[in-house]
């Protein structure tokens, strides 16, 4: 009588199949170029569903492009669970970030299917659409829409640097998968459960396997266009000049040091540069820069993002300056009870466990708002990510798993 089986995922083919996804979009450095909505990504889902069909899973789509694979429960009249993550990558990202989520949940579904398992609602892996942001500014898109936090038709007119529309991309993506069922975006669930490798090395210096993720930190991001007047490097006398790139020299060195060394946990980084016309022997005379700013104190982020702004209207003269905010997330923290069962389920399994707040945003930021939601942290070589050489160790990749399958098998009334 005594349930003293525990429910496990197959390490080995959770393996594989991250090793499988990482061959689509592999970049010769060993890392993935798996933009959102490319057919990269387009093969990546072909893959999925097709492990997802061999399992007797259900795929269905939405309008914004989310990924849906379904284990039917046994109670129509209770709220699905949800576990997932994205598929897409940063162009020199790894084979880890955002993937290993969704395999997990993939995981968790084959499992309880193949051990004809029936939860109480249904069980649905999820993939977001363009959780990067790479390809297409802002990121989150699909889990943004599906919240509601943004429209999608105002989306759909954002545009790649090569000028294609995220509505032209994501019609190509839904052309793709014609037989696949397809719904308007968002629906009630019961919780959200996201696995994600840790993007940082708190977990790794700690000795632990399984990260007890309590929040995620703010962020805001800006564009910044600085205008200015182009002329000839050799005759232009400096005291005539209006060039941008010197704005931005001005800019960029009083936004270290009076934003980036606030204190000793804010993240400040200018991490893209445009310049035009980008010459050698011509004054510039526009400047486009992209800024990442984040703190987990709420009201600090709000006083470190005022500063930004005024820094860079105060130091542009004589250029002009446009400041555009992006994004402005502030900071969540993750349901108390969930966090409970994952370190319940941690302590089962026998694998040492650590709660930490999560430096790196997650779609999971937008579920928290709308049902009791959480992370599962697995620790990451070096706290290395977005990079070609992102590593996660096969045991690590099974424990988060394994934490996943017994948080959701108890959820819905299995385990
Ligand atoms: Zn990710």
Redo the contacts with the bound molecule.
């Keep these: 009588m005594a349930a003293a089986t525990v429910l496990r995922v197959n390490a080995d083919r959770l393996w594989d199949r991250l090793m499988a996804l990482a061959r689509i979009g592999a970049t010769p450095a060993g890392g993935v170029n798996r933009q959102a909505l490319s057919v990269e990504e387009i093969a990546a889902w072909r893959q999925v569903i097709a492990w997802s069909e061999e399992a007797g899973l259900i795929a269905s789509t939405d309008d914004a492009g989310n990924l849906f694979i379904t284990l039917h429960g046994s109670d129509p009249t209770a709220l699905p669970l949800l576990s997932g993550?994205?598929l897409d990558s940063q162009p020199t990202g790894g084979k880890f970030?955002?993937v290993y989520g969704v395999v997990a949940a993939l995981e968790v579904l084959t499992v309880l299917a193949e051990q004809g398992q029936r939860p109480r609602g249904d069980v649905i892996a999820v993939a977001w659409m363009n959780?990067?942001g790479s390809r297409f500014a802002p990121g989150m898109m699909g889990s943004e829409v599906f919240a509601g936090v943004r429209e999608l038709a105002a989306l759909r007119d954002l545009r790649d640097a090569d000028g294609v529309a995220v509505g032209d991309a994501l019609d190509a993506l839904h052309a793709a998968f014609p037989t696949l069922p397809r719904r308007r975006p968002g629906f009630v669930f019961e919780v959200y459960v996201e696995a994600?490798i840790e993007q940082g090395p708190v977990l790794e210096a700690a000795g632990a396997t399984i990260g007890v993720v309590t929040g995620i930190q703010g962020k805001k991001t800006y564009e910044v266009e600085l205008r200015g007047d182009k002329g000839h490097a050799g005759t232009l006398a400096m005291a005539d000049r209006r060039d941008a790139l010197a704005a931005f020299a001005r800019i960029a060195s009083a936004l270290y040091t009076q934003v980036g060394a606030h204190d000793e946990q804010v993240k400040f980084t200018i991490g893209q540069l445009r310049v035009e016309p980008n010459a050698p022997s011509v004054v510039p005379e526009r400047a486009l820069m992209r800024i990442d700013l984040r703190h987990p104190d709420a009201a600090t982020l709000d006083l470190l993002g005022a500063r930004l702004v005024a820094l860079c209207r105060g130091h542009a003269t004589p250029c002009e300056v446009d400041v555009r905010a992006l994004v402005d997330a502030p900071g969540n923290g993750f349901d108390t009870e969930l966090q409970g069962s994952i370190e319940a389920a941690a302590h089962r399994l026998e694998l040492p466990s650590l709660r930490l707040l999560s430096a790196?945003g997650?779609d999971a930021r937008h579920m928290a708002p709308l049902a009791p939601s959480a992370m599962i942290f697995i620790p990451c070589r070096a706290g290395v990510s977005h990079a070609e050489h992102e590593w996660a160790e096969p045991g690590h990749v099974a424990a988060g798993a394994d934490v996943l399958l017994q948080v959701l098998a108890r959820r819905a009334g299995i385990a």
């Design positions: 993550s994205h970030d955002g959780e990067e994600h790196a997650h």
